[in-house]
């Protein structure tokens, strides 16, 4: 996925926003919260890191190409980081990136959610 993708994809869900902060790193967000960070390694290949369910984290920690997310998971959070497509090909991290999107609009208070239209 190039950074490109990954930032119209994550533009083309709802009420979100996009920021360039902590050191580059594209990081988009819904209500305020941040669901998705795009950033890079050392090689210049786009990480992506995202908000997910407990069974999806126990089973994407395991898989090749993915790691809890540093420092989010170290803090108990349930957040993945997506390194390259060994074991997650860009429909599927589309499909985790929409779903974070998902459980960050269910953890907004009704009235954002309201004020947003979620």
Not at 4 to 31: E, I, M, R
Not at 33 to 56: H, M, R
Not at 67 to 86: D, E, F, H, N, V
Request: overall charge positive.
């Amino acid at each position: 996925m190039t950074l490109d993708d990954y930032n119209g994809f994550c533009a083309s869900l709802p009420q979100t926003t996009h920021v360039v902060q902590w050191g580059g790193a594209h990081v988009w967000k819904v209500g305020g919260k941040v669901f998705a960070i795009g950033g890079w390694n050392d090689g210049g290949q786009l990480f992506v890191t995202f908000k997910c369910s407990e069974i999806a984290y126990d089973v994407l920690k395991e898989q090749p190409g993915c790691r809890p997310a540093p420092y989010l998971a170290s803090r108990g959070m349930k957040w993945i980081q997506r390194q390259t497509s060994q074991s997650m090909d860009d429909a599927a991290l589309k499909d985790y990136l929409g779903e974070s999107h998902r459980l960050v609009v269910l953890k907004l208070t009704k009235q954002t959610r309201k004020e947003l239209n979620l």
